[in-house]
């Protein structure tokens, strides 16, 4: 399967810490994705970062992307209650499709 | 802008009938649209990708007559799912892509919840 893995599955923090989830893949991409769900919700994107980038930021949020080890990570800065919520990371595969990966579920207790 | 809307967004039915969830994009015209399952506490699987005027293109497992996808315009996409059964009880999301973009960033409904008793 080409789907991809998270860790940690869960996570639970405390405002103002920050979280780092990880993001493993198993073939080469062009592009890796980071969505976040509401619980019973649909997924809102929020970063795209390109097989040629290495570290993309966007507010408090700060993606890095190793293709040697096929990997990447989701930093979210000074958490907020706000940003609970499930979060995957996706690569893209042929036809335009996304395979997303396992999650991983922040809980940001305040 | 890129609003995507799914109808209904929670449907009760029972056992042996067929329910129809619509996909459609609000401000843009979308040359490709996808439908994912996503069962509980568990990632978005994908079901099928819809582009308009053709046939779907199922993924591996997924029965095509049982989960009808039709793509008539740039705008509105839906999925039937046809003599549902409990082990059909989902969610069920789709995105869409912008026509004339690059097709890197799909834009998500806000999902259907179906529970089939």
């Known amino acids: 399967s080409q789907q991809g893995e998270e860790d940690p599955q869960a996570l639970s923090i405390q405002e103002g810490e920050n979280a780092t989830m990880n993001c493993s893949y198993k073939t080469s991409i062009n592009n890796l994705q980071w969505y976040r769900q509401n619980s019973g919700r649909g997924l809102v994107h929020l970063i795209l970062i390109r097989s040629n980038e290495r570290e993309k930021h966007s507010g408090r949020l700060r993606v890095t992307l190793d293709t040697s080890k096929k990997s990447s990570s989701l930093l979210i800065t000074a958490s907020r209650a706000a940003d609970t919520a499930s979060y995957f990371c996706?690569?893209?595969?042929?036809?335009?499709?996304?395979?997303f990966g396992q999650g991983t579920e922040l809980s940001v207790k305040p | 802008g890129a609003v995507v809307s799914q109808h209904p967004s929670r449907v009760i039915c029972k056992s042996g009938t067929s329910v129809k969830i619509e996909c459609r994009s609000l401000d843009f015209q979308a040359t490709t649209m996808f439908w994912y399952r996503q069962f509980p506490k568990q990632s978005l699987m994908l079901m099928a990708t819809s582009n308009e005027g053709s046939k779907a293109t199922y993924e591996q497992g997924v029965e095509k007559d049982k989960f009808l996808i039709n793509h008539a315009s740039l705008t509105l996409s839906t999925l039937t799912v046809t003599s549902a059964h409990p082990e059909d009880s989902s969610f069920y999301i789709c995105s869409a892509t912008l026509a004339g973009g690059l097709g890197e960033t799909q834009y998500f409904g806000p999902g259907t919840r179906l529970l089939v008793l």
């Open positions: 996706a690569t893209d595969a042929r036809g335009g499709k996304l395979i």
